[in-house]
């Protein structure tokens, strides 16, 4: 572990954030004296080389348990490694094999469930969730496979919420889906979009790509062709109980995707579709097609600890996040303090920050943040 002072040196990273730093309240004048906050780094898990258990393979999630410990997935180890909130490592979550609590592919998303004492960790192919006591004992392997999950949040400790990518290969349609699924059963429990059209350059799937929080038991979904700022909240039956808009936000415009290839736009944040074309010189070609713009107005979506709603500015390099009310009123604006390479997704809840930084060229790592009066 290496202690930071105020800047720190990485590459694209995915954000978690919750509104406790590590296992302590934070306090709540910040919201209620101040209406300019920021992120900062403060201390860093990873190495290039040592401690075998601070050298990550390939980070893809985190999370921060209710004990203030911090838990990160790795693709390439196939396990998970739980450290304290001071960065020490504590123990390990699964290993690689066919036995019970083993990965036989790589895990990837990893969720306290919110109302119990579980870890779930979702494995790779066969669409399975482990789930784990606190201590890291195997409970319990939920077969729940899936279309191409493009995010995922828990409502409570038995419902999921999976948005994903389908295709119809009599057809070749593509369908998003935004369903809330028993992860007890594997059973639907209510559809809250879907989107379906031919696989082919003029096709709009603007409308198939949303942006996911979990809070309170109800999920908050924000659609990429809102022309103003709007999140819809709804129930896990799929009842639409409240939409929230601000109308000071300007309003957006659609981007038409260029015919080269080479000039797609990068869009942060928004899963891209590639699809298979044929040239006017009859060669096969791969086309990303009709996504939206660069900046959509809020490109991630994340509940804190008091419900509040954090929504990203844009796409790319998005560091800076609104927190609002339930009726849309801003309470505050918070800046990720990052290097400008950064860029950052930024997830929430009760129990610390902290930032993963999975694309450096050098080696993985972990940083742990905190929320301070700007």
């Given amino acids: 572990m290496r202690k930071l002072k105020f800047t720190v040196s990485t590459c694209f990273c995915l954000l978690l954030v919750s509104m406790a730093g590590c296992g302590t309240d934070v306090d709540a004048a910040l919201f209620s004296e101040v209406d300019s906050l920021r992120l900062i780094p403060v201390d860093t898990i990873g190495v290039l080389m040592g401690d075998s258990t601070e ?148 096709s709009d799937f603007i409308p198939g790509y949303v942006m996911l929080a979990g809070g309170n038991g109800n999920l908050y979904l924000s659609r990429a062709d809102s022309q103003h700022w709007s999140v819809e909240i709804y129930s896990r039956d799929g009842a639409l109980l409240n939409t929230i808009e601000r109308t000071d936000v300007t309003e957006r415009q659609h981007v038409i995707q260029p015919e080269s290839e080479e000039e797609t736009p990068v869009i942060p944040g928004i899963e891209p579709f590639t699809i298979m074309t044929t040239g006017e010189n009859g060669l096969s070609m791969t086309k990303t097609t009709n996504l939206p713009e660069d900046h959509p107005i809020i490109s991630a979506l994340a509940i804190d600890s008091e419900d509040r709603l954090w929504s990203r500015r844009g796409g790319f390099p998005g560091n800076t996040w609104d927190i609002t009310d339930t009726e849309g009123n801003r309470i505050a604006v918070v800046d990720v303090v990052l290097p400008d390479s950064v860029c950052h997704n930024l997830i929430i809840n009760s129990y610390g920050f902290i930032a993963i930084d999975n694309r450096s060229s050098d080696f993985h790592r972990v940083y742990i943040m905190e929320l301070q009066e700007k």
């Fill in 55 to 202: 050298m990550f393979g390939n980070i893809f999630d985190a999370t921060i348990l209710p004990s203030g410990e911090l838990i990160v997935v790795d693709l390439l180890k196939r396990c998970a490694s739980v450290f304290n909130s001071s960065g020490q490592f504590v123990r390990q979550i699964g290993r690689p094999g066919s036995g019970p609590g083993e990965f036989q592919h790589s895990p990837t998303y990893v969720f306290w469930l919110p109302g119990s004492e579980l870890i779930a960790i979702r494995e790779d192919v066969t669409g399975d969730w482990l789930t784990y006591s606190a201590a890291g004992e195997f409970t319990d392997r939920r077969d729940l496979a899936e279309n191409m999950i493009m995010d995922i949040v828990f409502l409570d400790d038995s419902t999921a919420v999976y948005y994903t990518m389908g295709v119809e290969w009599n057809t070749l349609d593509v369908s998003y889906s935004v369903q809330c699924v028993d992860t007890d059963t594997g059973e639907p429990v209510s559809d809250i979009l879907f989107h379906e059209r031919p696989m082919e350059p003029s």
